[in-house]
């Protein structure tokens, strides 16, 4: 028998010989820009590896944050797979003008189910296509679970 603690604290349990099957989440935060550093550029990029542990899982849910706010103009990014070629959402990703965090954008970013999935040693890129006024501080959280 395997014991789990899950986010809330609650056990989740699962008993087989491949170990655990729980829905764990597993975050990379990828820093995009210098947090204390110049306001970032649509030029400004990340890059990140798949470990072993992710591969087989599907990015389940995004987040970015700025630690300086864009005084206008939204902040827009994209997830690329520079392994398979493609986008990760089908709606970009974006922090409002005068915002910190996505989570309160008029517009929610859509992750593209038939390009959710990775692998073990796919690479990750972070596209800024629109970097707004005076941001500073990018940095985009990828959540992935096992399908």
Sequence with gaps: MWRKYGPDGSPVETQGP???????????IMYVADPLGAAFTTSDKAFT????TLNGMNLVAVAAHVTTVSSSGLVTCQV?????GQNMLSTAL???????????AAT?????TSQD????????????????????GLMVELQFQAP
């Design 108 to 112: 929610a970013a859509v992750i593209d």
């Design 117 to 136: 999935h990775v692998a073990t040693a796919d690479e990750l890129r972070i596209d800024v296509s629109a970097a707004g006024t005076g941001a500073k």
């Design 80 to 84: 690329h797979n520079v392994t398979t």
């Design 18 to 28: 491949e170990g655990p099957a729980y829905s764990a989440t597993h975050v990379i």
């Design 94 to 104: 974006t922090i409002d003008a005068n915002e910190k965090d996505s989570s309160t």
């Design 49 to 52: 590896r798949i470990p072993d």
